[in-house]
Nanobody
């Protein structure tokens, strides 16, 4: 089992920045991929970014160039730096992980472990 805890959400004005962190615990040595997803009210959960164990990163087109996913080895956390935030980025953001490296890491169905979510609100 892998337990994930997110932190760092909040309220920010459009154009501002936030940094989300995900702290995994438990059986973390076998984790192959960690990702960030988000879900806005009335919408399906959507892919934001992912980082695989090799260090490769992947982004949704809507956040490419504005968001950066990274791993902090010292803190054993995975972070999502979000810059140039837009009102349409408002959502609950979830950290996710899986032991397998999925062929489609943009699908939430491929992740077995999820955090509780953290709210990000961007005001216009």
């Amino acid at each position: 089992q892998v337990h994930l805890v997110e932190s760092g959400g909040g309220l920010v004005q459009a154009g501002g920045s936030l940094r989300l962190s995900c702290a995994p615990s438990g059986r973390t040595l076998g984790v192959s991929v960690m990702g960030w997803f988000r879900q806005a009210p009335g919408k399906e959960r959507e892919f934001v970014a992912a980082r695989v164990s090799s260090g490769s990163t992947y982004y949704a087109d809507s956040v490419k160039g504005r968001f950066t996913i990274s791993r902090d080895n010292a803190k054993n956390t995975v972070s999502l730096q979000m810059n140039s935030l837009k009102p349409e980025d408002t959502a609950v953001y979830y950290c996710a992980a899986d032991m397998r490296l999925p062929t489609n890491l943009r699908s939430p169905d491929k992740y077995a472990y999820w955090g509780q979510g953290t709210q990000v609100t961007v005001s216009s």
